[in-house]
């Protein structure tokens, strides 16, 4: 389609179990473009604000990647896991009883601002040219550097042990399945992340985005208008 040819940005709310690929191909097969790129993954138990660019907008891909995002979602404290989300089993069960809704408000203060975080070895991120998470699938020791990130807004608006919900403002590169469990470790409880929901990117909101299934019907919809103005033969 020819709007899509030329260039558009798409804003979608992933589903939860859809990777960001995912979302990328049905765009490619809804609208029959095949330039088409996502400005920052999701992960599959993820959900929320997907941005898709194609055509010439792909070109706008890096500068949307660059911008602050806004996360909400939840940790589970009182064990951990490998893939410091529930990609895998818990263990290292711990306690929480004794802890206080003012101790866990009193945590978040060591991880605002500028802050080192280690990405977690189940990832993408690039180890001697291969993405970290297929050496650490295979139970290889994986070191990665800690990386300058700055988070700007860590709220906790709700505790209902063991779960707490949580609000991060924070810059691109920032994994929030690294602060579920360097949370944690701050608590001495062990925490992993439990619901992650991305709810904005620079200016776009998760509020502007359209489900897969509105986009198709969208597209439906400018299939039939265009339709009616072809010439009748």
């Given at each position: 389609?020819?709007?899509?040819?030329?260039?558009?940005?798409?804003?979608?709310?992933?589903?939860?179990?859809?990777?960001s690929?995912?979302?990328?191909?049905?765009?490619?097969?809804?609208?029959?473009?095949?330039?088409?790129?996502?400005?920052?993954?999701l992960?599959?138990?993820?959900?929320?604000?997907?941005?898709i660019?194609?055509g010439?907008f792909t070109?706008?891909?890096?500068?949307?990647?660059?911008?602050?995002?806004?996360?909400t979602?939840?940790?589970t404290?009182?064990?951990t896991?490998?893939?410091?989300?529930?990609e895998?089993?818990?263990?290292?069960?711990?306690?929480?009883?004794?802890?206080?809704?003012?101790?866990?408000?009193?945590?978040t203060?060591?991880?605002?601002?500028?802050?080192?975080?280690?990405?977690?070895i189940?990832?993408a991120?690039?180890?001697d040219?291969?993405?970290?998470?297929?050496a650490?699938?295979?139970?290889?020791?994986?070191?990665?550097?800690?990386?300058?990130?700055?988070?700007?807004?860590f709220e906790?608006?709700?505790?209902?042990?063991p779960?707490?919900?949580?609000?991060?403002?924070?810059?691109?590169?920032t994994?929030?399945?690294?602060?579920?469990?360097d949370?944690?470790?701050?608590?001495?409880?062990?925490?992993?992340l439990?619901?992650l929901?991305?709810?904005?990117i620079?200016?776009?909101?998760?509020?502007?985005?359209?489900?897969?299934?509105?986009?198709?019907?969208?597209?439906r919809?400018?299939?039939?208008?265009?339709?009616?103005?072809?010439?009748?033969?």
């Amino acid at each position: 389609m020819q709007p899509f040819l030329d260039g558009q940005v798409i804003l979608l709310n992933k589903p939860l179990h859809w990777t960001s690929f995912d979302a990328v191909k049905k765009v490619r097969i809804l609208t029959g473009v095949s330039k088409v790129g996502h400005a920052g993954t999701l992960d599959p138990l993820a959900t929320g604000l997907l941005i898709i660019c194609t055509g010439a907008f792909t070109k706008r891909i890096n500068t949307f990647m660059a911008q602050i995002k806004e996360y909400t979602g939840s940790f589970t404290l009182g064990a951990t896991t490998p893939t410091y989300d529930l990609e895998s089993e818990p263990e290292n069960f711990k306690t929480y009883s004794a802890l206080t809704a003012a101790q866990i408000k009193e945590a978040t203060k060591p991880f605002t601002g500028e802050i080192f975080q280690t990405p977690p070895i189940h990832s993408a991120i690039k180890k001697d040219g291969k993405p970290a998470y297929l050496a650490a699938r295979k139970g290889e020791d994986i070191q990665l550097e800690p990386r300058k990130i700055t988070i700007e807004q860590f709220e906790v608006p709700r505790i209902e042990l063991p779960v707490v919900d949580f609000k991060v403002v924070c810059s691109t590169g920032t994994y929030i399945r690294t602060l579920a469990s360097d949370f944690g470790a701050h608590l001495g409880t062990g925490a992993y992340l439990s619901r992650l929901c991305r709810t904005r990117i620079g200016d776009f909101t998760l509020e502007q985005s359209m489900t897969i299934e509105q986009f198709a019907e969208k597209i439906r919809q400018m299939k039939e208008a265009s339709a009616e103005k072809e010439p009748k033969s």
